[in-house]
């Protein structure tokens, strides 16, 4: 199955990716990450600093998988609002969830400014809209619930929205702490950190699969080798084994489009990401060089049309809801694609140690907040491979 059909965006900005060769010969070591997205990639430079012998490998190459397709909106605000997490599991754990992604946001922060590259990181509120006067108390239960648990937010009544952001909604939240990036410039950058370490080994074009265990290791079979990993790491995304199609996900599509530059983003304040309450939901935000990133109209079937033109009509729809709200602008459909999109029943990801089978691992950061859920979910990964236990594993465990 392909993740993803149409023409993406974020590979044109990127002119220096680093090659890494494909495995050729057996190996030892004592973490093999599976898988060179968003979620391999922050695990393998979370451990290059620690000593742990590691191989990361990607059967294509590193960041071509669904982190090429993802749009690049970080919020620590879920699909699932707190209030209805606190109706499905308690208020308690759900604070708890919630810190977790904004504690995740704060560590995507200090990696983006860590990191040597530019990866177009930049902090930015998000605008979270009512829909329709329906969802108006909906969106007013979920500010309180976040004010009164100290996370940053603001009520915006209709005339303050309108005056803000030229949107003609009943009312919306505004959130602080987010930030937009280029996700596949992270990742690549994240990878080559890593790769300057000597006790991480990438290699790309090296596909794996699981043989079984022997005497205290993982014995995987690429093409042309054999690795002997004490800890593996599925971090493998939406392409699904025989024990993660039996866990409470789902993969649907989901479309995204890249418009032209314009020259100035004129009423649309801080350049917020902005959302909305009604599902499916329409979503945008800014790029860097001056276009807008447009997604949504997501469909229960898994994999993406091929056809141009029926990507095209996806794209039109995309473009009349931008220019809903900013009609001045004078926009076309540079980008366009469709792309395989995983969630989960109860609105978590779905991370930590395989039930049954010792030292192996799942970062299956499914969800809208994926990137918020691959760097909390990879410093979960670390804790278990080096010490056992993380005091928030039970939240996102695998067989809950
Ligand atoms: C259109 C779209 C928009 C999105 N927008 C956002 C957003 O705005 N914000 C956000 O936070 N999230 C967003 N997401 C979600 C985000 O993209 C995912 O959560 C994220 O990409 C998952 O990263 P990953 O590393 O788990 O998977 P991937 O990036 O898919 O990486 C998995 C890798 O594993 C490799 N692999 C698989 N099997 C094997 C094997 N057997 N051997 C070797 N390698 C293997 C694949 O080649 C692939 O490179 C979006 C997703 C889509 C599709």
């Not at 609002?81 to 992604?101: D, P, Q, T």
């Not at 030229?166 to 890593?194: C, F, W």
């Not at 609105?347 to 930590?352: H, L, R, Y």
């Not at 990879?378 to 993380?390: D, F």
Request: a negative charge.
């Amino acid at each position: 199955m392909s993740l993803y059909h149409g023409s993406l965006y974020w590979p044109t900005t990127i002119s220096d990716k680093p090659v890494y060769p494909k495995l050729n010969k057996d190996l030892a070591c004592d973490v093999l990450i599976i898988g060179a997205g968003m979620s391999g990639a922050l695990l393998s430079y979370k451990l290059a600093k620690e000593p742990l012998d590691v191989i990361l490998v990607d059967k294509d190459r590193v960041g071509n998988g669904s982190s090429a397709a993802n749009t690049g909106l970080l919020q620590y605000s879920n699909d699932k609002m707190l209030h209805s997490f606190a109706e499905s599991i308690g208020e308690k754990e759900a604070v708890r969830f919630y810190r977790l992604c904004f504690n995740g946001m704060e560590e995507l922060k200090r990696i983006a400014a860590s990191l040597p590259e530019d990866i177009q990181f930049k902090n930015r509120p998000s605008l979270y809209y009512a829909s329709n006067e329906a969802d108006v108390l909906s969106i007013k239960k979920e500010y309180e619930m976040l004010k009164k648990h100290d996370f940053p937010v603001e009520f915006l009544e209709e005339e303050m929205l309108y005056k803000s952001y030229g949107v003609k909604k009943p009312a919306a939240i505004r959130t602080g702490g987010d930030a937009e990036v280029n996700p596949q410039k992270l990742v690549i950058s994240l990878v080559k950190e890593a790769s300057q370490s000597s006790n991480i080994h990438v290699f790309e074009k090296t596909e794996v699969t699981k043989l079984h265990y022997q005497d205290g290791y993982w014995l995987f079979k690429s093409e042309e080798a054999l690795i002997r990993a004490k800890h593996v790491v599925y971090a493998t995304g939406y392409e699904l084994d025989n024990f993660t199609m039996e866990m409470a996900t789902e993969l649907n599509r989901t479309y995204a489009m890249v418009t032209n530059r314009i020259s100035s983003f004129q009423k649309w304040e801080d350049r917020c990401l902005i959302w909305e309450t009604k599902r499916p939901y329409f979503y945008m935000r800014t790029t860097f060089d001056g276009r807008i990133v447009a997604g949504g109209l997501d469909e229960e079937t898994m994999e993406a049309p091929r056809d141009p033109r029926i990507l095209q009509a996806y794209a039109d729809k995309l473009l009349t809801r931008i220019k809903e709200h900013f009609p001045q602008f004078q926009l076309k459909a540079d980008y366009s694609y469709g792309a395989t999109f995983g969630e989960s029943k109860d609105g978590m990801p779905f991370i930590g140690e395989h039930p049954t089978s010792k030292n192996l691992y799942y970062c299956l950061g499914f969800g809208g907040n994926g990137t918020v859920y691959s760097a909390f979910g990879s410093t979960i990964l670390k804790e278990l491979i080096l010490r056992g236990e993380h005091p928030d594993a039970d939240l996102v465990r695998l067989d809950r």
